[in-house]
């Protein structure tokens, strides 16, 4: 199971295909030189984020780096393309990939976004995934523009100038970290719910079980973030797919073998709480941070647009699904995550949990990575060099997770925040002005009406939804 990022971590490569390398260039551009050389996955993971933006030549499309504007043979760089065409993938394996990065951790709450917004607020999950769909594609258009673009910050760049890539890159980072935050509190809820009388008294310090399991789980991660090469999770970390979906057949079994069954409820529609349910449905789509890695990694990049409309309809089947069969099941009673409500004396509903539990596991550390490398890269080289100093800077990162999954323990008030601030950016408004900047002049009235009607929609969306996120997180404090 993955959280998105979007960042959910971008390592999404089922057939082991994508290591690091794949996962540092969402952020940094491709063909910048490494300060240093630890391991080849990591070569390309410590370039550089702010580069010169001095346009070369008549080209206004995009604003190249500085190792573009200096080289004199741009054969080079189609050079490095053809050998990465070497390891692409098929269809379906590009498939598998997409399903991968879209459906996560928001299939725990999809049940409890039908309690937020009521029935037809199924409507919304149906609509933002045919518009993100669409923006996806619009991506797409932007990477063919021009072979320079490689990746969503290199879009930002081309689109808006070093502005533009800064923008989209602190928009990255943000989800990234805010979703180690919600590793924490999803790991130390359901530790919770299999050991509810736990709690320690440490220095007359009481530590109620989310608190203590907080802590905990906080140690287990800290060493796996301290290697710069943590390709020896990359292949665990792809079992994302696997891990969806074996939750949600147990939700499925304890409804229908365990008999635990189905019982109508629930409105039509919940006006006042719809802007949550907009934040939950929107953070099941935020995949967008990863498409240029899909897009470039495909045998065929024109099946592209096609991968999207499959990847998406699998995913929307599988979050409509267990939503309506998780509220169907608890009614007004479900949490958060439905894995909480799930009766624990069951072997389906212990495997669903642990489940829950360990896959974020083996997600913390390559989501919280390209953060941490963005801060080495701060330091000057003599220091960026120590392996002391990385340590010291992944650890309090870490730790900084914990305090703030300590102070906002609220899984889906802080998700919907996540989906309706940050993938509204990711996954509707970024997609949409970049095309409108990339393809000025090339485009008819409709299509420049749609992208206007879309950043206007994810505006909207991202204002109230963040709004009454934030008021619930607040009332709940």
Same mark, same amino acid.
């Given at each position: ?327 169907? @099941?608890? &009614?007004?009673?479900?949490?958060? #995550?439905? $894995? ?5 004396? /069951? =072997?389906?509903?212990?495997? !669903? ?85 990339? @393809?000025? &002049?090339?485009?008819?009235?409709? #299509?420049? $009406? ?5 950043? /206007? =929609?994810?505006?909207?969306? !991202? ?15």
């Amino acid at each position: 199971m993955k959280m998105k990022s979007s960042l959910t971590s971008p390592n999404v490569g089922f057939q082991g295909r994508w290591s690091l390398r794949g996962l540092s260039r969402l952020f940094w551009p491709s063909s910048h030189k490494t300060k240093t050389e630890p391991t080849p996955e990591m070569d390309s993971a410590l370039c550089k984020l702010l580069i010169p933006t001095d346009l070369e030549g008549d080209n206004p499309t995009l604003h190249r780096s500085a190792e573009d504007i200096q080289s004199k043979n741009f054969s080079q760089n189609l050079s490095h393309r053809d050998k990465v065409q070497s390891h692409q993938s098929s269809f379906p394996q590009a498939v598998v990939n997409g399903i991968n990065v879209l459906c996560g951790v928001g299939l725990l709450t999809t049940p409890y976004a039908i309690k937020e917004g009521g029935w037809l607020g199924l409507l919304l999950l149906f609509s933002l995934g045919i518009i993100s769909c669409y923006t996806g594609i619009l991506l797409k258009q932007c990477l063919e523009s021009t072979p320079e673009i490689q990746t969503y910050p290199d879009i930002g760049q081309a689109a808006f100038g070093i502005i533009g890539r800064l923008s989209v890159a602190i928009v990255l980072y943000v989800e990234l970290y805010a979703c180690c935050v919600e590793y924490i509190t999803l790991m130390s809820d359901n530790m919770s719910s299999l050991f509810p009388n736990a709690h320690m008294n440490l220095v007359g310090l009481y530590l109620n079980p989310h608190q203590l399991f907080s802590i905990m789980t906080t140690i287990v991660v800290l060493p796996t973030v301290w290697p710069r090469n943590l390709s020896f999770l990359s292949y665990l970390s792809a079992g994302g797919v696997i891990a969806s979906l074996l939750v949600a057949v147990c939700l499925l079994w304890v409804g229908v073998v365990d008999r635990v069954g189905f019982h109508q409820s629930g409105t039509a529609l919940d006006l006042a709480n719809v802007p949550v349910a907009i934040g939950l449905y929107g953070f099941c789509y935020s995949g967008h941070a990863v498409f240029p890695n899909i897009y470039s990694s495909m045998k065929k990049p024109s099946q592209f647009p096609a991968v999207l409309i499959v990847s998406f309809t699998i995913c929307w089947v599988l979050y409509s699904g267990v939503g309506v069969a998780g509220y169907l @099941m608890f &009614g007004e009673s479900i949490q958060s #995550q439905f $894995s909480l409500n799930l009766p624990q004396q /069951l =072997l389906a509903s212990k495997t !669903a949990v642990w489940t829950t539990v360990v896959n974020p596991l083996t997600k913390y550390a390559l989501t919280i990575n390209p953060v941490a490398l963005s801060l080495e890269e701060l330091l000057p080289s003599s220091q960026a060099k120590s392996y002391y100093i990385s340590i010291l800077i992944r650890t309090l990162l870490v730790l900084s997770t914990l305090v703030v999954a300590l102070t906002f323990p609220f899984f889906g008030f802080v998700m919907a925040l996540m989906g309706s601030l940050l993938t509204m950016l990711i996954a509707l408004i970024l997609p949409s002005a970049c095309y409108l900047s990339i @393809m000025r &002049g090339r485009l008819s009235w409709f #299509q420049v $009406s749609v992208c206007i009607l879309i950043i /206007l =929609l994810g505006a909207m969306f !991202a204002v109230i939804g963040s709004y009454s996120a934030i008021k619930r997180i607040a009332e709940n404090m």
